[in-house]
């Protein structure tokens, strides 16, 4: 017996790739619905590769009474008003926005760094997805913490348009094409502009100078990984279709080399190394694309502190760091703690 799923947000970028992932994963389903704003009722959505659609079910109407679990994807405000509905009506909740993250009685889970956390969904039937950046970043500092106590972490992020949306996609789209045929290109989403450009600004910024993007990725990674661990971050948008890259440094209390975390990493759940010193031997956002693992290469010893490392990371920010850690906590909820037998 399978559960019922239901994917709220199903016509958004994540929403539509959480419904990809389902299939590709092949999770027990008994059914599938995809809800969404009322303009989208009635649409039709894939569901994978198989050429099956489904109709798109106004979520003002839908009813969570039977169903198993809800998959959110439509941004904090639709979470705030409809997850806890869900909730109360029996449905768990997995919510890709920031809205539950810092409740401390709502889970925060990636499911190869704190799997053991998922047990505390039971006070409000919710669990939280954290933030696309923040996901790939604690997979890869999880079996290094694990192994030599990380003090500090300092990352600054390459984050792609996909993680605005839509219109971040489109923005880049449109500006790059304006600028080869010599159109206007003024931003219209972006603060400046985003083709053939870097923007040091995510989200909005906040009294200490850090925007609310780099505040997510230090209390999260917190509340994911370890309270005592130190964590600064600067996030870029950069001119990319697909796919986040983090450069991290790492302080650590115990010694460890590049080797011995080279090692570490390639045993880790979740984690592709590929690391080879010379041209072409790394991972960039394109290779990521379409692809579940973080990727991690240009592993070395930082020799300005004592027990430091420095990683490139890159993941598919619409696969690790949204759907796909979206339906790995479905996963992980079916077979630990939901009744029926997958």
């Not at 889970?107 to 997805?129: C, D």
């Not at 600064?232 to 010694?255: Q, W």
């Not at 984690?271 to 956002?285: C, F, L, N, Q, S």
Request: with cysteine; glycine share 6%; charged share 25%.
């Amino acid at each position: 017996m399978g559960y019922r799923v239901a994917v709220v947000g199903a016509t958004g970028n994540v929403g539509r790739e959480i419904l990809n992932i389902l299939a590709e994963r092949q999770f027990p389903l008994d059914e599938v619905a995809a809800v969404a704003s009322a303009r989208s009722t009635g649409d039709e959505v894939d569901f994978g590769d198989s050429g099956e659609t489904l109709r798109v079910k106004n979520l003002e109407h839908f009813d969570f009474t039977d169903w198993d679990i809800a998959l959110f994807a439509a941004g904090s405000e639709v979470s705030k008003i409809f997850a806890p509905k869900a909730a109360q009506a029996g449905c768990t909740v997995i919510d890709n926005s920031s809205q539950f993250r810092m409740d401390p009685d709502v889970p925060l889970i990636v499911p190869e760094v704190n799997p053991e956390a998922i047990s505390g969904y039971r006070k409000k039937n919710i669990i939280a997805n954290p933030n696309c950046s923040t996901a790939q970043l604690v997979v890869a500092l999880k079996p290094l913490h694990d192994a030599a106590k990380i003090k500090r972490v300092v990352v600054a992020t390459y984050q792609s348009v996909s993680g605005a949306g839509k219109r971040g996609m489109d923005e880049l789209f449109e500006q790059s094409r304006n600028i080869f045929v010599g159109d206007a290109n003024e931003p219209q989403f972006f603060t400046k502009q985003i083709a053939f450009n870097v923007i040091p600004h995510i989200d909005v910024f906040l009294d200490d100078g850090s925007t609310k993007e780099e505040w997510k990725m230090v209390v999260e990674t917190k509340k994911i990984l370890d309270p005592s661990i130190k964590l600064i971050a600067t996030c870029v948008r950069v001119p990319v279709f697909v796919g986040h890259s983090e450069a991290v440094n790492i302080e650590f209390e115990n010694e460890i080399s590049a080797d011995e975390a080279r090692d570490i990493l390639r045993e880790a759940p979740g984690v592709m190394v590929v690391d080879k010193r010379e041209a072409g031997g790394y991972v960039t956002p394109v290779e990521a694309v379409g692809e579940y693992a973080t990727y991690i290469s240009r592993i070395r010893e930082d020799p300005t502190v004592e027990n430091g490392l420095c990683l490139w990371v890159v993941s598919d920010n619409l696969r690790k760091g949204a759907a796909l850690n979206a339906v790995q906590i479905a996963e992980l909820l079916g077979r630990k703690h939901l009744k029926k037998a997958a």
